[in-house]
């Protein structure tokens, strides 16, 4: 087994190259991962942002834009904007708007649709993502068929973030929700297109909460907490008066 | 406006309810303009201006050319306002949108035909060469009230511009180099700055400074334009929901408020580039 350098993450630009030999056993299979490119022997950055690694195996960039490009698999917040017979047409942020067949959900049939108006918001899965074709959701899990969170979402208030913004909130143990989580009930969806919906009984909460989230993108867990007390203190001041 | 582009029921349904227990989105009072951040650049005349996220830049330049024969001794002011896809998905490039037309306008009238600028002063040589000053405008970011903001930054840019000085000999002029003799300052006669404002629910509601959400929701708006004298330079109200004089007062005197302040934010940021430049 050849010695292997402890790896630092390090900031990156698009087309910087990366030699990967001083980090790998000559076994490894290692892993490319989003935002860098393997071509002629290479491995090529093709996106700004800092280099990360997972055991020295897994290489990716961690880059935050604010457009979406739909992936497979991943869950987004959409905005309906038309409906015919058989589908909706959503908007998720992304070039294409998405269809979403009035079938996909829970319970659904020929007969028994899903009343939604347009400008409702919907959870919804991405169950097609091409980028010659337009992306296709879904508001039922892909396993069970059972709706599982998927859904219009009623009431509450959508904010739009940028993408490493909601990587981060999806993390069950992220600083700022689990410190917004021990003063407030709430309850919220993060859709990875940028867009995250808070919903709370009472309308000031949930401004202190989106504004908390969107401020909390580039603070440190400590600094997190610290705004978190002084945002309660302030309401608690506010309630009094 | 494109279905797209228009914010879904659940943001709509928040915002009124919200404002109808006078809270605002962001956290912000309703009579709160947001932060204002003036940078100015190295060149003279080169600024940026932040009004919360929304983000514009203006520059302006010089150039000698003949004047109107009906008007010997003006010279020209010109404003130029591009509002580029990256300051949002609803302007298109190449394509005037309707903000774009309203900006430009209303920057026309406010900085133009107020006489904020004395365009007699631009005059060289009556009838053959005056000067012509052009603001180029830029929308960087647009999180609402593009107009404020494009106000502001356009004056801080007339401000902060100089011009080069020249010499007259037998009808032909010379302009001297900058580093043989200092530019001059533009001749500006008062400050003239745009405050908005958003009206909602019949014109119960008002917001004054509104971001993108409640730009894009508003019943409708107004849009009062005066300088720190108190002098009423603009009234602007397109179209939207009527209003009661007492609401159009009210306004006017809220606006005077901002409009004192903001001046007073603009000569402090005109006073700390001037000792950068010692």
């Known amino acids: 087994m050849s010695e292997t350098t402890e790896f630092q993450p390090y900031a990156i630009l698009p087309g910087e190259t990366i030699s990967l030999d001083k980090y790998k056993n000559d076994k490894d299979v290692i892993k490319i991962g989003p935002g860098l490119l393997h071509e002629k022997q290479q491995v090529t950055a093709i996106k700004a942002g800092t280099l990360k690694n997972h055991n020295n195996q897994k290489w990716w960039i961690d880059s935050s834009q604010r457009r979406y490009v739909p992936s497979l698999n991943e869950h987004v917040i959409g905005k309906i904007i038309a409906k015919t017979q058989d589908y909706f047409r959503v908007d998720i942020g992304s070039a294409h708007s998405a269809l979403l067949s009035t079938l996909a959900f829970e319970g659904a049939t020929k007969r028994n649709k899903p009343n939604l108006e347009i400008g409702a918001l919907v959870y919804a899965r991405v169950s097609l993502a091409n980028k010659d074709m337009e992306p296709e959701l879904e508001c039922i899990s892909a396993t069970t068929g059972k709706a599982n969170g998927f859904g219009e979402l009623k009431d509450g208030f959508l904010i739009k973030c940028s993408l490493g913004l909601c990587r981060s909130l999806l993390n069950p143990n992220t600083p700022i929700l689990t410190a917004l989580g021990e003063h407030f009930a709430f309850e919220t969806a993060v859709g990875m297109n940028g867009r995250v919906w808070i919903n709370t009984p009472d309308i000031s909460n949930t401004i202190l909460l989106s504004n908390a989230i969107k401020n909390s993108e580039f603070l440190s867990a400590k600094e997190i907490k610290q705004m978190v007390k002084e945002l309660v203190k302030q309401s608690e001041d506010d309630m009094e008066l | ?278």
């Open chain 2, 1 to 278: 406006m494109n279905r797209e582009l228009e914010p879904s029921i659940n943001e709509k349904n928040f915002l009124y309810n919200a404002l109808r227990q006078g809270k605002r989105i962001d956290g912000r009072g309703i009579y709160d303009v947001r932060n204002i951040r003036i940078t100015f650049g190295n060149q003279y005349g080169h600024v940026q201006v932040q009004l919360g996220k929304t983000r514009v830049f203006a520059n302006v330049s010089w150039e000698i050319v003949k004047p109107y024969p009906d008007q010997p001794t003006e010279g020209f002011l010109r404003f130029n306002t591009e509002m580029s896809p990256m300051a949002s998905p609803e302007f298109e490039a190449e394509k005037l949108s309707e903000v774009e037309v309203i900006v430009s306008r209303l920057l026309e009238k406010a900085l133009r035909r107020s006489r904020a600028i004395d365009t007699e002063g631009l005059c060289i040589i009556a009838g053959e060469k005056v000067w012509s000053i052009r603001v180029d405008i830029r929308v960087l970011d647009h999180e609402g009230n593009i107009t404020d903001c494009a106000c502001i930054a356009a004056i801080a840019a007339l401000y902060h511009f100089r011009r080069p000085e020249y010499t007259i000999e037998d009808d032909e002029v010379t302009i001297l180099p900058l580093d043989q003799c200092n530019p001059v300052p533009l001749s500006i006669h008062h400050t003239p700055i745009c405050i908005s404002f958003a009206f909602f629910d019949e014109g119960e509601l008002m917001v004054v400074d509104p971001n993108l959400l409640e730009e894009q929701v508003k019943e409708g708006d107004m849009t009062i334009t005066l300088n720190s004298h108190k002098e009423l330079c603009i009234i602007h109200k397109a179209g939207g929901i009527p209003l009661e004089i007492d609401q159009i007062l009210r306004c006017t005197k809220i606006a005077s408020v901002k409009v004192s302040e903001i001046t007073e934010l603009i000569n402090n940021a005109l006073k700390e580039d001037e000792k950068k430049r010692e």
